[in-house]
């Protein structure tokens, strides 16, 4: 399917309703919110569901003890309620240990988060590694609290041997190489980062299941960090086959588009994410590759160093609403996913169909009025593109030059190259140079 050929209103609306579903749930690096969510997703995508015991040795790592949650609640001396988890649960430090008890004031304090510059909003923090136990509130909250009198905190969650679950499924192509779509699944409600990435994931694959594809296309959900190195020291043979890679994440806010690349730098999968994102979009940056970030630096560490970049919009912690509860509904925005879904199919368009060929009629130009080249085009949006298409495709096709490098070096939209190919090959003036 090409973008061009998309409903977007119904796209548009089935990701929205997904996020909508998948926004209430506590999710983390290991838990039953992580399951939750990937049962909801194999209502869309079928899901081969991996758990991964606690105590396992991946790489340089081990998987943890598994967290769980069911209530938690601040209470003053009056027994009133001053937060609770279930009205947000950003409200609890993740990977929270239980704790039940009488505090004072000064004690609460050393384990509350707030963002004193942002006073109005809760921030997102954990504590995955180190045990501690912790709230999250607005500062403004805070500062109201009265210092003589005695707070109950009260944490009912577990942490205890269980497992790290990840999802993923292998959509097949002709062709064993694979392209393989990673997005993180352990944040608790925040719609940006990273349900945009989870629901244009899930919408990308919609839009491919039913067509014919030459690469496979591998859909990865999977915890943060540990969950990309879990699923990396389990797939030292399926690595082999990864021909491209994208971490697809902050996909739904208004911000310009941020790719940054692979390890390498000059992979394929850099220059064709770089050539959709200059002829189809008028502001994006190209982000060269630091070990910071999220899971590309797993891929792109240097024992496997996998041509895997990070597609999104506004790059984290760059923009205000980042980690805290202001990243929610109202923040993320239906046509921003629907267009980031569109770049998506571009990419996977060039990925498909870049071929290079042999001009068979290489002698001066041949001509191409007599082979009814010229003529209108029905469909053809641009006819002055389409002919100039034409030409620098019979000019460049010595077997050394991609329909990518082409539409690089014209400036033509990959799909108008396309179009103009598959034109000259069927009037035999061109031949794909793997066709024997």
């Known amino acids: 399917m090409k973008s061009k050929d998309l409903d977007k209103n119904k796209i548009g609306s089935d990701i929205t309703s997904l996020i909508k579903r998948l926004f209430p749930i506590c999710r983390s690096i290991t838990g039953n919110g992580v399951r939750e969510t ?256 999220y899971d590309e630096r797993q891929f792109c560490s240097p024992g496997y160093n996998l041509p895997v970049g990070r597609l999104s919009r506004t790059p984290f912690a760059e923009y205000p609403e980042y980690h805290t509860s202001a990243d929610n509904l109202d923040f993320i925005k239906e046509d921003k996913m629907v267009e980031s879904l569109e770049k998506l199919l571009n990419i996977v368009s060039i990925i498909e169909n870049n071929k290079n060929y042999i001009n068979l009629k290489p002698k001066g130009e041949p001509q191409l009025g007599k082979r009814g080249l010229f003529r209108s085009i029905s469909g053809q949006s641009n006819m002055k593109n389409y002919q100039m298409a034409l030409l620098w495709i019979l000019n460049q096709s010595d077997g050394n030059h991609s329909l990518l490098d082409i539409s690089n070096k014209s400036g033509i939209d990959f799909d108008e190259i396309k179009f103009a190919a598959d034109a000259l090959e069927n009037v035999q003036l061109i031949q794909d140079i793997n066709v024997n």
Request: net charge negative.
């Open 38 to 293: 990937l049962a909801i997703l194999s209502e869309k995508i079928p899901l081969n569901i991996t758990e991964t015991p606690s105590g396992t040795v991946v790489n340089d790592w081990e998987v943890p003890d598994e967290w769980n949650i069911n209530e938690a609640w601040i209470k003053d001396s009056k027994g009133n309620k001053i937060i609770c988890f279930s009205n947000s649960n950003l409200h609890v430090l993740n990977y929270s240990a239980p704790i039940n008890k009488k505090v004072t004031l000064s004690e609460l304090k050393e384990h509350v988060f707030t963002l004193p510059d942002q006073p109005d909003l809760i921030p997102y923090r954990t504590s995955y590694y180190n045990k501690n136990w912790g709230f999250c509130m607005a500062h403004n909250q805070l500062i109201k609290l009265k210092d003589d009198e005695e707070y109950t905190v009260f944490i009912d969650s577990t942490i205890e041997p269980g497992s790290l679950t990840y999802g993923e499924y292998l959509l097949k192509g002709d062709i064993n190489q694979e392209v393989i779509l990673i997005c993180h699944i352990c944040h608790p409600s925040l719609g940006n980062d990273n349900l945009s990435g989870i629901a244009v994931a899930t919408a990308l694959y919609n839009c491919l299941k039913d067509q014919k594809l030459k690469y496979s296309y591998r859909f990865l959900f999977t915890p943060a960090t540990i969950g990309s190195i879990t699923w990396l020291s389990q797939n030292e043979e399926t690595i082999k086959n990864i021909k491209h890679g994208l971490v697809l994440t902050l996909l739904g806010d208004e911000g310009k588009f941020n790719y940054k690349k692979s390890r390498e730098g000059n992979t394929q999968i850099d220059e064709i994410v770089q050539n959709v994102l200059k002829l189809t979009t008028k502001e994006y940056k190209i982000l060269e590759f630091s070990p910071y970030g």
